[in-house]
Nanobody, 124 residues
């Protein structure tokens, strides 16, 4: 499975962005799709995932109520809608696909396929 992430950019505090992760060679209906992010000097952290087996979204606490990962789309693309952006959301965002169980859904090691990163910068 090849993943291509896009949609990053520079946005002001409180603004919105929608990231997209297009998949080829495999379908997101057969994989859990996830977003991770990595800020400078920090470890890669889980942001959100949509689990294909139970059709449920999962979010890290810091983005709940602000970010949305829609259910699988017909165009085989995983989206991340980011609203009310904060400076601490600044990071390189990566999309991933895999088949984690619920207890490992936030672990980067549970995902076999990764896209390249897309930079999100939130500034005042």
């Amino acid at each position: 499975v090849q993943l291509q992430a896009s949609g990053g950019g520079l946005v002001q505090i409180g603004g919105s962005l929608r990231l997209a992760c297009a998949a080829s060679g495999g379908a997101f209906t057969s994989y859990t799709g996830a977003w991770f992010r990595q800020a400078p000097g920090k470890d890669r952290e889980f942001v959100a995932a949509f689990k294909h087996t139970n059709h449920s979204p999962y979010y890290t606490d810091s983005v709940k109520g602000r970010f949305t990962i829609p259910r699988n789309s017909a165009d085989n693309t995983l989206y991340l809608q980011m609203n009310s952006l904060k400076p601490e959301d600044t990071a390189v965002y990566y999309c991933a696909a895999g088949r984690p169980i619920v207890t490992t859904i936030s672990r980067a090691t549970a995902y076999a396929y990764w896209g390249q990163g897309t930079q999100v910068t939130v500034s005042s």
